[in-house]
């Protein structure tokens, strides 16, 4: 009987050698058998898979040269031009304190009456914000005749403006005996201002006195 011999250097296989009549006898006889030991010296061993398990099959298992599986390819989790920290993505920020393109301004806060505004926009008369220490008011629009004017300064009597429904004119002038008075009021008879056109004007309206 022929012994073939399978496995790894230095493995030592026990094959069951049978020794009986060459009459056919079933396995069920009272066929002496020998052990024979055999030791395998031309299977190299495997340094990574699963060892070879027979004749025409190949290793299926993982190959690894450190002795570590690798299981896919490395995951990049940084810009290496950036010291390994990986990119946000992110643009610009306003509040950030740097001025950015697209930004007029950046001071860092989200102060709204400061020069620069939370939106990154240098104040201006006119934008509906205050300027604390520069702009007594701010309406947000240009109209002259309503308690801010466009130039973002309280309206008042003697700016030259009538504030529509609380002045009756204002000439902007401190004259007050000519068609206009001091008071932004439209001379009249009793008003106590003697016009030019009047030989006096006590500011009453008793018609019997002097």
Same mark, same amino acid.
């Given at each position: ?10 493995? #030592? ?18 066929? =002496?058998?020998? /052990? #024979?030991?055999? /030791?395998?010296?031309?299977? !190299?061993?495997?340094?990574?898979? !699963? ?21 896919? @390819? ?15 993505? =992110? ?30 926009? $240098? ?22 005749? @309503?308690? &801010?004017?466009?130039? *973002?300064? =309280?309206?008042? *009597?003697?700016?030259?403006? #009538? ?11 401190? #004259?007050?005996?000519? =068609? &206009? ?15 030019? $056109?009047?030989?006096? @004007? ?9």
């Amino acid at each position: 009987m022929a012994i073939r011999g399978y496995g790894w250097s230095g493995v #030592v296989l026990v094959v069951l050698v049978g020794c009986g009549d060459s009459g056919g006898r079933d396995s069920n006889s009272d066929s =002496a058998f020998t /052990t #024979v030991p055999v /030791t395998a010296t031309g299977g !190299a061993e495997s340094t990574g898979g !699963a060892p070879t398990t027979g004749e025409g099959q190949t290793s299926t298992g993982p190959t690894s040269l450190s002795g570590a599986t690798t299981t896919g @390819d490395p995951v990049t989790t940084g810009d290496a031009s950036s010291g390994g920290e990986a990119s946000s993505g =992110a643009g610009p920020v306003c509040g950030d304190g740097n001025v950015d393109p697209g930004e007029d301004c950046d001071d860092g806060n989200d102060v709204e009456t400061d020069a620069c505004t939370s939106a990154c926009v $240098a104040a201006a008369c006119g934008d509906g914000l205050v300027q604390e220490g520069v702009e007594p008011c701010d309406d947000g629009n240009d109209v002259e005749t @309503d308690a &801010c004017t466009s130039a *973002c300064v =309280a309206a008042k *009597c003697g700016d030259g403006i #009538v504030q529509e429904g609380v002045e009756g004119c204002d000439d902007g002038n401190q #004259v007050d005996d000519d =068609a &206009c008075s001091n008071g932004c009021a439209l001379p009249g008879c009793g008003d106590g201002i003697k016009q030019p $056109a009047e030989a006096c @004007d006590d500011g009453n309206m008793i018609d019997t006195d002097a």
